[in-house]
């Protein structure tokens, strides 16, 4: 198995990040309803910064994965060029390629990240 997968892997069986902030400052739940993923996000933005970050849903385990190394990167991120991050950014973070449909799997936590981010 090749080392990324098993980054991804390990992601997915012990997510970083799981959970529920209690105050959020921002929040929003995105689903991709043709395969069932769905992805809950939590932030805590101070100052322009992401405080804090949590993630809950059930999917893939791309997209849980996904959500786990999001949460771990965007602690102490500029809120305003997260809103920037493009999907090529998610990939980066995964290290690996993946097809158009699996795409939406990969960026759908990042997807509710940057529309709980226009809510600030």
């Not at 932030?43 to 999917?59: C, M, P, R, T």
């Not at 991050?85 to 997807?111: F, H």
């Amino acid at each position: 198995m090749d080392l990324y997968q098993a980054n991804i892997l390990e992601h997915y069986k012990h997510p970083h990040r799981r959970g529920k902030l209690e105050s959020p400052t921002a929040h929003n739940e995105h689903a991709n309803p043709l395969c069932g993923d769905r992805v809950e996000i939590y932030l805590l933005v101070d100052k322009g910064k992401i405080a804090d970050a949590k993630f809950s849903g059930e999917g893939c385990v791309l997209s849980q994965a996904a959500s786990s190394i999001l949460m771990d990167e965007l602690i102490g991120k500029n809120s305003d060029d997260v809103k920037k991050w493009s999907a090529e950014k998610i990939l980066d973070m995964l290290k690996i390629k993946v097809g158009p449909n699996r795409l939406k799997c990969a960026s759908l936590s990042l997807d509710s990240v940057q529309a709980a981010l226009k809510k600030v």
